[in-house]
């Protein structure tokens, strides 16, 4: 292979689509040329691109490095890292049956996951550490205020509580993801909190609509649970379009995630 070319492994989690390269240096793909890799039509086709690198953390097996469909770095990625940890895990070589635990240095933290993949289910449950839920803010979009829950789960978040339509994530999405208000844009979560659950739609920052969010599943249970509609200590089901995810609220604020990743196949690109 040329210099130019790259290896990749195509990962989803609950639909939420990652292309996964091992990388020494993180400047071997810069970040143009990752959004060139998420293009639908002329690239591989993804959400984002996680980049495996060396761990800059002791105790850890590897770096995770987040970059969105649009060239963006995000801080973290909940789908993205249990899609890694699957990876990791398989290419350690573990006895078929066995569960591992895999560590992951991210920019928002070590990250901690269970891989269970006896029958090749790939199930993985990730330590998000503490997800912060920050208050209520209220921000003016098209001369309308809007009321939002924010939370930080490594990554931002703006939460929407209440029942919406598509066309409604679809024009407070954008707007909310790139308001002033927040410098670094935010994710946006559209959540419908019921006795069973959580009925979740994201618009994630420099995305869009995507059919999974790990760290919006996380950020949306935090304040359901903060705001008194969800139990702590136990798994809230947070259903997606892509699927559901179960995240546990436990008493200290720390977060566990649990849910699928899937490799769907390998290749190199020019």
């Known amino acids: 292979m040329g210099d130019s070319t790259i290896q990749f492994h195509k990962y ?3 639909g939420n689509d990652f292309v996964v390269v091992e990388l020494a240096d993180e400047r071997d793909l810069p970040a143009a040329r990752a ?3 998420c293009d639908r039509r002329y690239g591989v086709g993804a959400d984002g691109v996680l980049l495996v690198l060396p761990s800059r953390a002791e105790g850890c097996d590897a770096r ?4 969105n469909a649009d060239g963006s770095i995000s801080e973290m990625c909940g789908n993205g890292v249990r899609c890694v940890a699957l990876h990791l895990a398989r290419a350690g070589g573990k006895p078929t049956g066995a569960t591992e ?3 992951i240095d991210t920019d928002a933290g070590t990250c901690a996951c269970t891989v269970e993949d006896a029958k090749g289910e790939g199930i993985v449950t990730a330590d998000m550490g503490v997800v912060r839920v920050l208050g209520e803010r209220i921000v003016e979009v098209d001369g309308q205020p809007v009321k939002l829950e924010i939370a930080d789960a490594g990554n931002p978040h703006a939460i929407l509580l209440g029942a919406f339509d598509r066309a409604e994530v679809e024009r407070l999405g954008p707007r ?6 927040f410098p670094r844009g935010t994710n946006v979560e559209f959540a419908r909190v019921g006795g069973d659950g959580i009925d979740l739609v994201v618009w994630e920052r420099g995305v869009g609509i995507t059919l999974a969010c790990g760290t919006g599943a996380c950020a949306a249970a935090a304040v359901a649970c903060a ?3 969800m139990p702590l200590g136990v798994p809230i089901a947070v259903r997606l379009p892509g699927g559901r995810l179960d995240v546990t609220i436990h008493e200290d604020g720390r977060v566990t995630m649990r849910g699928p990743a899937r490799h769907v196949f390998s290749g ?3």
């Open 268 to 270: 190199v690109v020019g």
């Open 64 to 67: 995770m490095r987040v970059i």
């Open 101 to 103: 635990t895999v560590r």
């Open 176 to 181: 909310l993801a790139t308001h002033p208000d």
């Open 12 to 14: 989803e989690g609950l």
């Open 227 to 229: 705001r008194g509609g």
């Open 35 to 37: 959004a060139v890799l």
